[in-house]
Antibody
Framework: QVQLQQSGPGLLKPSQTLSLTCAIS??????????WNWIRQSPSKGLEWLGR?????????DYAVSMRGRMSINSDTSKNQFSLQVNSVTPEDTAIYYC???????????WGQGTLVTVSS | QSVLTQPPSVSAAPGQKVIISCSGS????????VSWYQHLPGTAPKLLIY???KRPSGIPDRFSGSKSGTSATLDITGLQTGDEADYYC???????????FGGGTKLTVL
């Protein structure tokens, strides 16, 4: 059974770096038939896809247009986890952040529990 | 403004049927798989439909999906009060190489 467990700080000040980790059990971060995603939901807004990483002979990354240059995703095969970093956060980055697995082309079938990140001075 | 367009809200009585639409383009729905998610406050979104019309195990057949051209729909029959939630469509945007979601539709079961 696949489970995703998120961890990371929930309160940041503007200009700091947001860092979240998603630990995987029941699957491998280096699977060649899945992808590992980050999604967020800002207050009173809808879901926003942020980016993903996956392994196909080498590590590959895709990022939302709005996040390119400010965001990175990394994988750690020794700990079977992947992480999100967002630089220079502002209050507009306040949201619930989720990690999720995309298995083949079968949608985002497993999700982390969500982490509320608040950016406030 | 979302790349995929959904109605902000729909409503119907218990036992009735609703249809939630999701409109995109040739670079999104037109050439990629569509998924649908149910999102209840305080919980993680739940996958209802993938590949436009397939249900993961455990999802009742009251939920069904379809796709035609650059649009997709989610049908929910036999509405229950527990179906009250936000529903999102999602797919890939081949023009910018990024995932996209619709703006979400709030379902009210009257």
């Amino acid at each position: 059974q696949v489970q995703l467990q998120q961890s990371g700080p929930g309160l940041l000040k503007p200009s700091q770096t947001l860092s979240l980790t998603c630990a995987i059990s029941g699957d491998s971060v280096s699977t060649n038939i899945g992808a590992w995603n980050w999604i967020r939901q800002s207050p009173s807004k809808g879901l926003e896809w942020l980016g993903r990483t996956y392994y196909r002979s080498r590590w590959r990354f895709d990022y939302a247009v709005s996040m390119r240059g400010r965001m990175s995703i990394n994988s750690d095969t020794s700990k079977n986890q992947f992480s999100l970093q967002v630089n220079s956060v502002t209050p507009e980055d306040t949201a619930i952040y989720y990690c999720a697995r995309n298995y083949v082309d079968r949608g985002l079938d497993h999700w982390g529990q969500g982490t509320l990140v608040t950016v406030s001075s | 403004q979302s790349v995929l367009t959904q109605p902000p809200s729909v409503s119907a009585a218990p036992g009735q049927k609703v249809i939630i639409s999701c409109s995109g383009s040739s670079s999104t729905i037109g050439n990629n798989h569509v998924s649908w998610y149910q999102h209840l406050p305080g919980t993680a979104p739940k996958l209802l439909i993938y590949d436009s019309n397939k249900r993961p195990s455990g999802i009742p057949d009251r939920f069904s999906g379809s796709k035609s051209g650059t649009s997709a729909t989610l049908d929910i029959t036999g509405l229950q009060t527990g179906d009250e939630a936000d529903y999102y469509c999602g797919t890939w945007d081949s023009s910018v190489l990024a995932g996209v979601f619709g703006g979400g539709t709030k379902l009210t079961v009257l």
